[in-house]
Nanobody, 119 residues
Framework: QVQLVESGGGLVQAGGSLRLSCAASGSIFSINTMGWYRQAPGKQRELVARITSGGSTNYADSVKGRFTVSRDNAKNTVYLQMNSLKPEDTAVYYC?????????????WGQGTQVTVSS
């Protein structure tokens, strides 16, 4: 099992910044993808950003240029630096861990952290 502990969420005014952190522990595979998804009330969960253990990144179009995902493999931790926040960014943000192994895949989620951006 992999446990994901998120931190850094909170309330911020539009134009402000927040930095989310997610630390993974447990049965960690060195080759993996970690990232962030978000879900607003009444809406579908969507990808925000993700990063592979090799450093390749992917962002939702809505956050490109504003958010930056990074990771520290030694600490098994992924970060999401969120700048120029907009009210539309308000959601519960979930950390994700994924690893594809020869005999199965592993997909784990954090408990979520609330990000609220006021106008």
């Amino acid at each position: 099992q992999v446990q994901l502990v998120e931190s850094g969420g909170g309330l911020v005014q539009a134009g402000g910044s927040l930095r989310l952190s997610c630390a993974a522990s447990g049965s960690i595979f060195s080759i993996n993808t970690m990232g962030w998804y978000r879900q607003a009330p009444g809406k579908q969960r969507e990808l925000v950003a993700r990063i592979t253990s090799g450093g390749s990144t992917n962002y939702a179009d809505s956050v490109k240029g504003r958010f930056t995902v990074s990771r520290d493999n030694a600490k098994n931790t992924v970060y999401l630096q969120m700048n120029s926040l907009k009210p539309e960014d308000t959601a519960v943000y979930y950390c994700n861990f994924f690893s594809n192994q020869p005999f199965g895949s592993y997909n784990y989620w954090g408990q979520g952290t609330q990000v609220t951006v006021s106008s």
